[in-house]
T-cell receptor, first 110, second 119 residues
Framework: GQSLEQPSEVTAVEGAIVQINCTYQ??????LSWYQQHDGGAPTFLSY????GLEETGRFSSFLSRSDSYGYLLLQELQMKDSASYFC???????????FGSGTKLNVKP | DAGVIQSPRHEVTEMGQEVTLRCKPI?????LFWYRQTMMRGLELLIY????????DSGMPEDRFSAKMPNASFSTLKIQPSEPRDSAVYFC?????????????????FGEGSRLTVL
């Protein structure tokens, strides 16, 4: 089977930096993705790490360490609109299957 | 592109009734996934198709659930008979994986979901 662990909730202030961690245990690991979901909305893709290291996309960065089965999402210059749930997801066997973590609810305060 | 289209957006039904959820994936995508989201269990993978063929249905909770993909532009998820514990948001997602492109991300494109309430 597979398991993904991420914190259930994080609170930060506008303009700050926040890091959301994800640890996973799975077989057939191929890569780690991050998705954002606003209340009542659909998950939307943020980033993907297939190799170790940091991927940067604007204010968001994502990191993967395969040897540690660990990754994180880094959000910089937080804005109120970043308040949402963030999910890490492992892809298996060349994107054939995707399993999601339980999600981290990010509360951004003024 | 219109994105992944799901219908109905909301469905309220009574226990024992048949429910059919529909999905139109993005044109050209070769993978289609059905997920269920609840507060207790999060996003659960129910089944996925590749080129209209069901590949893995190990996430389908019971025989009351069935899914079909008769062609590349349409899929259904059916629950019969429905039970209150089936109440959830059901998401359909599609993706495209290029066999030649080295920078695939496997990005899933989700529909807006079908919110099912079984009374």
């Amino acid at each position: 089977g597979q398991s993904l662990e991420q914190p259930s909730e994080v609170t930060a202030v506008e303009g700050a930096i926040v890091q959301i961690n994800c640890t996973y245990q799975t077989s057939g690991f191929y890569g780690l993705s991050w998705y954002q979901q606003h209340d009542g909305g659909a998950p939307t893709f943020l980033s993907y790490n297939g190799l170790d290291g940091l991927e940067e996309t604007g204010r968001f960065s994502s990191f993967l360490s395969r040897s540690d089965s660990y990754g994180y999402l880094l959000l910089q210059e937080l804005q109120m609109k970043d308040s949402a749930s963030y999910f890490c997801a492992v892809s298996l066997y060349n994107f054939n299957k995707f399993y999601f973590g339980s999600g981290t609810k990010l509360n951004v305060k003024p | 592109d219109a994105g992944v289209i799901q219908s109905p957006r909301h469905e309220v039904t009574e226990m024992g009734q048949e429910v059919t959820l529909r999905c139109k994936p993005i044109s050209g995508h070769d993978y289609l996934f059905w997920y269920r989201q609840t507060m207790m269990r999060g996003l659960e993978l129910l089944i996925y198709f590749n080129n209209n063929v069901p590949i893995d249905d190990s996430g389908m909770p019971e025989d009351r659930f069935s899914a079909k993909m008769p062609n590349a532009s349409f899929s259904t998820l059916k629950i019969q008979p429905s039970e209150p514990r089936d109440s959830a948001v059901y998401f359909c997602a599609s993706s495209f994986v290029s066999l030649t492109k080295l920078t695939n991300t496997g990005e899933l494109f989700f529909g807006e979901g079908s919110r099912l309430t079984v009374l």
